[in-house]
């Protein structure tokens, strides 16, 4: 069984074609890479797999169901099941790192003593004990993106979108954030990393699927970047 399957997914804005006829299956636990240059699609289609966006045509599935039949509660849940990870953060400004990261749980209904218990733990794995209480104002930008990290992982995902989550930092930040993504991929959790930085693709060495015009122009198991 497949976590994701797009089966022949099209979108278009305005009679303009962002991606066309895309069809791939990803397996659970699985770490995919998704190049290409910007403006190429990327971020659409990891929208579409969070139902932010709809397909113009083709069907999008998760754990073998059609993502655009959920409602309410089922799409919900299906939004627990994926972590989201942006460039720029979209951190609350005026809650510290717990707070933040707490209020993923908070949102989704957890108990305080649920929240009490978990949300050290997740921030040991990303590293950010120590910072707890700090607001991300206080945080460097690498800080501030294994927060975002952390609140994508405090529910227990089986899959991480991960789009240009290194595009504002450093090279040494950089490198903290993919070596977390793959050690979060080791405990089991699948991602999807969208990048166009060729360097990240080709040291990590996993399967990456190279979009180009809207189509998918390569699909290779230990591939590189190569557009």
């Known amino acids: 069984m497949s976590l994701v399957y797009f089966k022949n997914v099209s979108k278009s804005y305005n009679g303009f074609l962002i ?3 895309i069809t791939f299956t990803m397996e659970a636990g699985e770490f995919v890479s998704l190049v290409g240059r910007s403006g190429v699609g990327k971020t659409t289609l990891l929208k579409m797999l969070i139902r932010e966006e709809l397909p113009t045509k083709g069907k999008i599935y998760f754990n073998e169901r059609d993502i655009a039949k959920l409602k309410g509660a089922e799409l919900a ?6 972590g989201v ?3 720029d953060f979209k951190l609350l400004a005026d809650r510290t790192a717990f707070e933040n990261v707490a209020f993923a749980m908070e949102v989704a209904g957890y108990s305080e003593e649920d929240i009490k218990k978990d949300v050290p733990e997740v921030l040991k794995l990303v590293n950010l004990q120590d910072k707890a209480d700090h607001f991300p104002h206080q945080l460097s930008a690498g800080e ?3 927060t975002v990290i ?14 240009e989550p290194t595009g504002n930092l450093d090279p040494i930040n950089t490198w903290e954030i993919i070596k977390l993504l793959v050690k979060i991929n080791e405990l089991g959790t699948a991602v999807l990393l969208a990048t166009h930085d060729k360097e990240i693709v080709n040291t990590l060495g996993r399967r990456v699927i190279s979009l180009e015009n809207g189509k998918i122009i390569r699909d290779e198991q230990e591939g590189k970047y190569l557009i």
């Open 144 to 146: 501030r993106q294994r």
């Open 150 to 163: 952390a609140r994508a992982l405090i529910q227990r995902p089986e899959l991480i979108l991960a789009d």
């Open 85 to 87: 990870v942006f460039q």
């Open 77 to 82: 849940l299906l939004r627990r099941k994926i």
């Open 19 to 21: 991606l066309d006829n």
